[in-house]
């Protein structure tokens, strides 16, 4: 028997016979499960709510793209995409001052479709659109699996373009590089992040699973590099986290094999425990090098070690 004589046949599977009702069955399996609209989109998304107040009406999800902690809204429907619910995403991403736009339907009509489009070309680098179908699929016997599919998306190469002729600085587009390169390394060789952009800034955060509670890689002041777990839920969580962490401080630093700084930060909401290294964004390009792979080592040693931590104490 052949190869092509062993393959299955794909075959769709009608949504609305895995998820009854869009509001009480769709809405909660997609808020669970954002992390598979974020691999597709190249996006870390994090959940913060849903069915979250707009005026008289309500978004069906709220969350947070960790890489650059940017707002995001999800709209979605079990039906063929219709103005209603365009107008809805429009007052949605307004009132929540929204930077990520994200519309998932199971079949897109050309004129929202290109309604997205137009949007994403007539804005600039800091909101963004995307229209995503799902589909369910099966092969044979087997249980069917979701496909998100994303029918229009910013063009990130043209808004990359738009903003570097505006406003960002030499110094800024080197951090953007720099990032770009090691967020490809952890996501292609590690499946450590779904993010496939960086952005202009000395810093990149990426999701511990746990919202608002990530690891970061920092360029500090005075020429200090530090990769983080950082902690940015509201104050009494956050102190109160870290001091629990504070208790387990040998076994993790053992664990780490390294000193960690612990920074409660007393007068700000958030809290740190960090590992720091000497360099900045300046550096040599061969001590750039060096520093991109001082980073992915400890993130994944910090991934790795607090993860167990983390699961059990949020």
């Given at each position: 028997?052949t190869n092509a004589q062993?393959?299955?046949?794909?075959?769709?599977?009608?949504?609305?016979?895995i998820?009854?009702?869009?509001?009480?069955?769709?809405t909660?399996?997609?808020?669970?499960?954002?992390?598979?609209?974020?691999?597709e989109?190249?996006?870390?998304l994090?959940?913060?709510?849903?069915?979250?107040?707009?005026g008289d009406?309500?978004?069906d999800?709220?969350?947070?793209?960790?890489?650059?902690?940017?707002?995001?809204?999800v709209e979605?429907q079990?039906?063929t995409?219709?103005?209603?619910h365009l107008g809805?995403?429009?007052t949605y991403?307004?009132?929540?001052?929204?930077?990520?736009?994200i519309?998932?339907?199971?079949?897109f009509?050309?004129?929202?479709?290109q309604?997205?489009?137009?949007?994403?070309?007539?804005?600039?680098?800091?909101?963004?659109f995307?229209?995503?179908?799902?589909?369910?699929k099966?092969?044979?016997?087997s249980?069917?699996a979701?496909?998100?599919?994303?029918?229009?998306?910013?063009n990130?190469?043209?808004?990359?373009?738009?903003?570097?002729?505006?406003?960002?600085s030499?110094?800024?587009?080197?951090?953007r590089?720099?990032?770009?390169?090691?967020?490809?390394e952890?996501?292609?060789?590690?499946?450590?992040?779904?993010a496939?952009?960086?952005h202009p800034q000395?810093?990149?955060?990426f999701?511990?699973g746990?919202?608002?509670?990530?690891?970061?890689?920092?360029?500090?002041?005075?020429?200090?590099?530090r990769?983080e777990?950082?902690?940015?839920?509201?104050?009494?969580f956050?102190?109160?986290l870290?001091d629990s962490?504070?208790?387990k401080?040998?076994e993790?630093?053992q664990s780490?094999?390294?000193?960690?700084?612990?920074?409660?930060?007393?007068?700000?909401?958030?809290?740190?425990?960090?590992l720091?290294?000497?360099?900045?964004?300046?550096s040599?390009?061969r001590?750039?090098?060096e520093?991109?792979?001082?980073?992915v080592?400890?993130?994944?040693k910090?991934k790795?070690?607090?993860?167990?931590?983390?699961?059990d104490?949020?």
């Amino acid at each position: 028997m052949t190869n092509a004589q062993q393959l299955g046949k794909l075959v769709s599977v009608d949504p609305r016979k895995i998820w009854q009702h869009e509001a009480h069955d769709f809405t909660p399996w997609l808020a669970e499960n954002l992390d598979l609209l974020g691999e597709e989109l190249g996006l870390d998304l994090e959940i913060e709510d849903t069915e979250s107040a707009v005026g008289d009406f309500f978004a069906d999800i709220t969350a947070t793209e960790s890489g650059r902690k940017a707002k995001v809204i999800v709209e979605n429907q079990l039906v063929t995409t219709d103005h209603n619910h365009l107008g809805q995403l429009m007052t949605y991403a307004s009132g929540q001052r929204a930077d990520i736009v994200i519309w998932v339907a199971t079949e897109f009509r050309d004129e929202h479709r290109q309604a997205l489009d137009w949007l994403n070309q007539r804005t600039d680098d800091s909101l963004e659109f995307y229209g995503v179908t799902i589909n369910v699929k099966r092969i044979g016997g087997s249980h069917p699996a979701p496909e998100f599919r994303p029918v229009a998306f910013p063009n990130a190469w043209q808004k990359a373009t738009k903003t570097r002729e505006r406003d960002i600085s030499p110094r800024r587009e080197k951090q953007r590089v720099f990032f770009q390169t090691l967020v490809d390394e952890l996501r292609t060789n590690h499946g450590f992040t779904n993010a496939k952009t960086a952005h202009p800034q000395g810093w990149h955060w990426f999701s511990s699973g746990h919202a608002k509670i990530g690891y970061c890689a920092v360029f500090g002041e005075q020429s200090r590099v530090r990769v983080e777990l950082y902690l940015d839920r509201d104050s009494e969580f956050n102190k109160q986290l870290f001091d629990s962490l504070n208790e387990k401080r040998a076994e993790i630093e053992q664990s780490l094999n390294e000193t960690l700084g612990w920074e409660r930060l007393d007068t700000r909401k958030s809290s740190r425990i960090a590992l720091y290294t000497e360099g900045s964004i300046d550096s040599s390009e061969r001590d750039l090098r060096e520093l991109r792979e001082w980073m992915v080592e400890n993130l994944l040693k910090f991934k790795e070690v607090f993860s167990p931590y983390l699961a059990d104490l949020v």
